[in-house]
């Protein structure tokens, strides 16, 4: 097994044959995305991923480029992790991402004991719909369903910071696993691109929600809403109005909140923004 050492945005020579790989990312951190990029020898057919324990999908570029869009769950430990590739009946290559360190915000809040613990009256309800996240992010479609670059949801910038831990009557509750933009109630929501609506419907944490499943694993989830304008099963286009913002769910105030799993690792939907948004030159 060769293997090579991590090297963003630097290409790497190799010798005809052989996997050549380069990675691109805002940075290598927990709730990061990076993007592979792998030239493969001719005819070598499926090129295959996995990272992080999990398989990954790769798709075809063009020109004999495949990428793989690989997410660094925030709770991922600082260390090297080995990406494998492998690419028709060659060898595989290792790829080492060295992953730094990152310090998430801790916030501590006294709120209505109601709003910490549901009643046992919902528990029911709360173990189904998170049974069918689970399916959810389980069943992504084996192609890519986007073209386009990302696009962001709502105009305003986002004001809650991804990856926050909050600690709530001292109680330490779920790291915030994705980003809020403080919109002013009725605001259009625009999906982030095209994909297949996979939920459309109100959730008890999240409200009414909306997630499309963008292909190869990757996922855009918008919730909160005040009303929801697709349904599930749909195909959207990038910039579609899905919905508007709202206060539905276990929130205090109107805003959305996007998240997104990639693979199912949970990352920032800025660091989405960064790599495939408007304004990267990787698409």
Known sequence: MMRIGVAALVALLAAPGTIQITA????????????????????????????????????????????????????????????????GAGAPTTYDLVVKSRVFRTRRLTVNEAFVTPPAS???????????????????APERLWAAAFVRPVPQEANSAFGTRSIFNGKP?????????????GTPIHAPNAGRVAVARDLYFSGNTVIIDHGLGLFSMLAHMSAIDVHEGDRVTAGQVLGRVGATGRVTGPHLHWAVRASGARVDPLSLLSVLGQTSAAQ
């Open 24 to 87: 691109r990312s805002r940075s290598v951190q927990p709730g990061e995305l990076v993007i592979l990029s792998m030239t493969v020898p001719q005819a070598s057919g499926k090129v295959r991923v996995r990272a992080f324990n999990r398989d990954v999908e790769a798709y075809a570029d063009g020109d004999g480029v495949w990428r793989a869009l690989v997410g660094i769950d925030l709770d991922v430990k600082p260390g090297t992790y080995p990406i494998s590739v492998e690419a």
């Open 122 to 140: 919902e528990q029911a309800r709360i173990d189904r719909e998170a049974a069918l996240l689970n399916s959810v992010w389980n069943a992504s």
């Open 173 to 185: 509750r779920n790291a915030h696993g994705g980003a809020d933009f403080l919109s002013p109630s």
